[in-house]
């Protein structure tokens, strides 16, 4: 069997050992993450802190959920910027 | 709440069934109005695959416009059957529009994934994993005593199963529903692999008090 070297920096320490509870499954993700995103354009708390950990950790959600943000912030004419940056909750970014 | 007036944040012109939405009605009652909001709920899917189609252009190299556009077309008339399958499922916790979206998304990305992939091997097999690149003189010795305990823990908490499951998705960045394609199970499952894996390096780890170091460099502390 072929053994093949691989670089650990920083960064890949950090996703592999990432705090990804509370947990939430890709199905519950699809779910929810359309009422996730449209909190994440209000000011007030996010919440669903589940939902926050399991795009933190989650690349394939996390980046549908961008996309989300985009389309709903084209629709509603405004700057999707903010909504991103508060797509993965306030501790993991 | 499936009904939105002209006050509420504006539609684009290819949603607007009439000046009142009610998709969820126009979508269930045969007819024309059913047909006219069939056409409109598409355009909305098609506008969708090709947004996300459109993220995703830098993992589509080499791959040509027309089938960049087949991609886009295949996804949106898939996510329409898939939405139209659960169209009593919609709570109105969210705008129709964004819970619609997601499907269209859903689909493309998953499609983009499965073209990019294609043509590559996913290997599952033992690896040897050494400190960062390039390490700044002074930063070697920490670097390369957090790689090892990391290294550690993958070996001596973790199932070959999890294991090989970590590596191929956080160290070699292979897509998780091609990883579950490739394996025959589904993105739940590997996302399950994923999170219980990392519970027990984290555990590991704050017993051997790396964890904060690692949290530290990896700018969560």
């Known amino acids: 069997m072929n053994q093949r070297n691989r ?36 000011r007030g708390p996010v919440g669903m802190p589940a939902m926050a950990a ?40 | 709440m499936t009904t939105l007036d002209p006050g509420s944040a504006p539609l684009s012109p290819a949603a607007t069934v009439e000046g009142v939405v009610d998709w969820v009605e126009a979508l269930s009652m045969p007819g024309p109005r059913q047909d006219d909001a069939h056409r409109q709920l598409h355009a909305l899917m098609l506008r969708a695959a090709r947004r996300q189609v459109q993220r995703m252009q830098p993992v589509l190299n080499g791959v040509g416009t027309q089938l960049v556009e087949e991609i886009a077309n295949q996804a949106a008339d898939e996510a ?77 908490e973790l199932s070959p199963h999890q294991r090989r499951i970590m590596v191929a998705l956080v160290v070699d960045d292979v897509p998780i529903d091609v990883l579950a394609e490739r394996l025959g ?29 690692i949290d530290t460099q990896a700018g969560i502390r």
């Open chain 1, 54 to 93: 399991h795009l933190a950790g989650c690349p394939a959600c996390a980046e549908e959920a961008g996309t989300l943000v985009l389309l709903a912030a084209e629709d509603a004419g405004t700057d999707p910027g903010p909504a991103l940056d508060r797509l993965f909750g306030p501790v993991r970014r």
């Open chain 2, 80 to 156: 329409m059957m898939t939405l139209l399958g659960k169209l009593g499922t919609f709570e109105g916790r969210s705008r129709f529009t964004t819970w619609a979206y997601k499907f269209a998304v859903l689909q493309a990305a998953t499609a983009v994934r499965s073209v990019a992939w294609r043509d590559r091997d996913v290997h599952l097999d033992g690896l040897d994993l050494l400190a960062g690149d390039d390490p700044q003189p002074g930063q070697y010795a920490e670097a390369s005593d957090l790689a090892d305990a990391v290294r550690s823990a993958l070996d001596s």
């Open chain 1, 7 to 42: 670089q650990l920096g920083p960064e890949t320490l950090g996703r592999l050992t990432l705090d990804t509870e509370p947990w939430l499954s890709c199905d519950d993700c699809f779910d929810q993450v359309d009422q996730y995103v449209e909190r994440v354009f209000g």
């Open chain 2, 185 to 213: 199970t589904t993105r739940n499952a590997l996302y399950k692999a994923l999170h219980d894996a990392r519970k027990r390096l984290r555990a590991h780890l704050r017993r051997t008090g790396h964890l904060d170091d």
